[in-house]
């Protein structure tokens, strides 16, 4: 099905160019405006014309962790930018995203899944439809990534542990996602340029949950040396293993200190050493982003 962005790339302007021609808006140039209906016609394209009434309204949020406590600021964050411009949201899991995709009322897709696919959300752009993804690149003229500085905010974490004086590292990461590559890349080169070894032993494997925090808890218990500090990549995963060490009677951070990353608001309470990532911000302007690129091309 060809689309505008189709037009656009063969017209060589914005695709906002080609929905102005269009819609037979006066703010572009005689000379555009004929070649762009030249090409538009050339590739069969079919434009409908909508009324206010008749836009597509509905936004779909693709997520699964629903006990994961930071994505309640990010959809705030959304909901707040999305009802301000009369926009709706459809909450939806991985297993859904491409069912509720289809249909016709959807206009963009917001992605903080990790278990969403590639492939599924090119295949989604692929049909035109505008999507945002948090925390992962993907190469797709339809699709734009906001991204945390998950590195840096490491790094300054680390600065401060190693200024502390610490010198035995345990490491907790979560799935094989952007996020936990960069934090984990951050805490390696902090030792590096501090000459501070670590064995990969030390390296441990969560799931981002409290479960995935206990259990590398339960695994550093085993050794025969504990390590003086476990940087976890994120608060949820802190907080299991915090509450893991507490039942077997080891001190916080007497016996092991704990760190997380993302700062939601339960590690506040717990006094747990971790980095603030601004979620509602990242929420809000992750769906201005959308709204203003499904405006674009109406």
Same mark, same amino acid.
């Given at each position: 099905m060809?689309?505008?962005?189709?037009?656009?790339?063969?017209?060589?302007? @914005?695709?906002?160019?080609? @929905?102005?021609? =269009?819609?037979?808006?006066? +703010?572009?140039?005689?000379?555009?405006?004929?070649?762009? =209906? #030249?090409?538009?016609?050339?590739?069969?394209?079919?434009?409908?014309?909508? +009324?206010?009434?008749?836009?597509?309204?509905?936004? /779909?949020?693709?997520?699964? $962790?629903?006990?994961? =406590?930071?994505?309640?600021?990010?959809?705030?964050?959304?909901?707040?930018?999305?009802?301000?411009?009369?926009?709706? %949201?459809?909450?939806? !899991?991985?297993?859904?995203?491409?069912?509720?995709?289809?249909?016709?009322?959807?206009?963009?897709?917001?992605?903080?899944?990790?278990?969403? $696919?590639?492939?599924?959300?090119?295949?989604?752009?692929?049909?035109?439809?505008?999507?945002i993804?948090?925390?992962?690149?993907?190469?797709? *003229?339809?699709?734009?990534?906001?991204?945390?500085?998950?590195?840096?905010?490491?790094?300054?974490?680390?600065?401060?542990?190693?200024?502390?004086?610490?010198?035995?590292?345990a490491? %907790?990461?979560g799935?094989?996602? !952007?996020? @936990?590559k960069?934090?984990y890349?951050?805490?390696?080169?902090?030792?590096?340029?501090?000459?501070?070894?670590?064995?990969? +032993?030390?390296?441990?494997?969560? $799931?981002?949950?409290?479960?995935?925090?206990?259990?590398?808890?339960?695994?550093?218990?085993? *050794?025969?040396?504990?390590?003086?500090?476990?940087?976890?990549?994120?608060?949820?995963?802190?907080?299991?293993?915090?509450? #893991?060490? *507490?039942?077997?009677?080891?001190? /916080?951070?007497?016996?092991?200190?704990?760190?997380?990353?993302?700062?939601?608001?339960?590690?506040?309470?717990?006094?747990? !050493?971790?980095? +603030?990532?601004?979620?509602?911000?990242?929420?809000?302007?992750?769906?201005?982003?959308?709204?203003?690129?499904?405006?674009?091309?109406?």
């Amino acid at each position: 099905m060809v689309g505008i962005a189709d037009i656009a790339k063969k017209a060589g302007v @914005s695709m906002s160019t080609v @929905s102005n021609v =269009l819609n037979n808006r006066k +703010n572009v140039g005689q000379r555009t405006r004929e070649k762009v =209906l #030249k090409i538009a016609e050339e590739l069969s394209y079919e434009h409908k014309t909508q +009324n206010a009434e008749q836009r597509r309204k509905t936004i /779909i949020v693709n997520f699964s $962790d629903f006990d994961t =406590l930071f994505y309640l600021d990010i959809l705030h964050g959304i909901n707040d930018y999305a009802s301000k411009r009369d926009y709706h %949201l459809l909450v939806c !899991t991985a297993n859904d995203l491409i069912h509720y995709a289809n249909n016709d009322s959807i206009c963009g897709v917001i992605v903080i899944d990790s278990h969403t $696919d590639d492939s599924t959300i090119i295949s989604i752009a692929n049909k035109h439809i505008p999507v945002i993804t948090l925390d992962r690149e993907l190469s797709h *003229q339809m699709i734009k990534s906001i991204l945390v500085s998950n590195y840096e905010g490491e790094r300054q974490l680390m600065e401060r542990l190693v200024e502390k004086g610490y010198e035995k590292f345990a490491f %907790l990461k979560g799935h094989d996602t !952007t996020d @936990s590559k960069e934090r984990y890349r951050a805490f390696r080169d902090i030792l590096k340029e501090n000459d501070i070894p670590f064995s990969r +032993n030390d390296l441990y494997e969560g $799931d981002w949950h409290e479960q995935g925090g206990a259990q590398a808890a339960r695994l550093i218990m085993l *050794q025969e040396r504990m390590p003086q500090v476990l940087v976890c990549a994120n608060d949820m995963m802190a907080i299991g293993a915090i509450r #893991k060490f *507490q039942d077997n009677g080891i001190r /916080i951070p007497d016996d092991i200190a704990v760190c997380g990353f993302d700062d939601i608001i339960i590690s506040r309470y717990l006094g747990l !050493t971790t980095v +603030n990532v601004p979620d509602y911000e990242r929420g809000f302007l992750a769906g201005q982003a959308l709204i203003n690129i499904i405006d674009s091309v109406k």
